[in-house]
Every structure is written in C-alpha cells, then in structure tokens.
C-alpha cells in the first residue's frame, strides 16, 4: 500500500460512493431525466431481472463514460484550439460571431449555442 497506491484507492472509493447515491437518489425518485444515466434507468426498469445490470455494473458503465467523454472533449478542443491558432482569419470571424451572439461576455445558456454557427 504505497502512498499512491492509497490515493487511488481513496479516490476510486469516493467516485463509487458519488455515482452510487445520484444512481439510488434517481431511481427512488422514479423520474430518469433526459441524459445518458436516465436512458440507462430506463432501459433497466423495462427489462426482466435476469437482463438487468446490478448496481456495480451501472457504476462501471458510468465511471467508462465519464473517462471516454473526458478524454474526446479534451481531444475536440485542443484540436479546436490549434486550428483557430492555425488560422487567424477564422479566429477572428469565430470571435465576431460570438461578440455579435452574446455581447454582454457572460455565458450563453446552453440552449441557444445552436445559434452559433462557424463555433
């Protein structure tokens, strides 16, 4: 049990402990909501016990979805960032339409990002 060892211990112990109680506090509430984990509920609660995952198999599934959508968002936006680096007159026509979008330089809500059409 080195010291890394032990801090990866503690760290796996307390994302199981987080993606445990989101997973019992959406099931006891019967309402899935409209993302993946809710489309996983779901399709759980459709099926016959002997086609259903336990609990630590959802927890897994989750902990796979959350590294792999880490890793390829890091990946789109580096690759992003490089491009527009690369490309100075796309830089600016991308920073013109989100001036024009959004002038007040707050975040957008999520659901009007559709506007932007170059981003």
Same mark, same amino acid.
């Given at each position: 049990?080195?010291?890394?060892?032990? @801090? !990866?211990?503690?760290?796996?112990?307390?994302? $199981? *402990?987080?993606?445990?109680?989101?997973?019992?506090?959406? &099931?006891?509430? +019967?309402?899935?909501?409209?993302?993946?984990?809710?489309?996983?509920?779901?399709?759980?609660?459709?099926?016959?016990?002997?086609?259903?995952?336990?609990?630590?198999?959802?927890?897994?599934?989750? @902990? !796979?979805?959350?590294?792999?959508?880490?890793? $390829? *968002?890091?990946?789109?936006?580096?690759?992003?960032?490089? &491009?527009?680096? +690369?490309?100075?007159?796309?830089?600016?026509?991308?920073?013109?339409?989100?001036?024009?979008?959004?002038?007040?330089?707050?975040?957008?809500?999520?659901?009007?990002?559709?506007?932007?059409?170059?981003?």
């Amino acid at each position: 049990p080195t010291r890394r060892n032990r @801090r !990866t211990w503690q760290l796996d112990k307390l994302v $199981t *402990s987080k993606i445990s109680h989101i997973l019992k506090a959406r &099931l006891a509430s +019967s309402v899935y909501e409209d993302d993946l984990l809710g489309q996983m509920l779901q399709l759980q609660a459709c099926r016959s016990s002997a086609e259903t995952l336990s609990t630590q198999e959802m927890i897994g599934e989750c @902990r !796979t979805l959350f590294a792999a959508g880490y890793e $390829t *968002s890091a990946s789109v936006i580096t690759w992003a960032m490089f &491009l527009l680096a +690369s490309y100075p007159r796309w830089q600016e026509m991308v920073r013109e339409e989100v001036v024009r979008e959004y002038p007040a330089h707050q975040l957008p809500p999520v659901d009007t990002l559709g506007k932007l059409k170059l981003v």
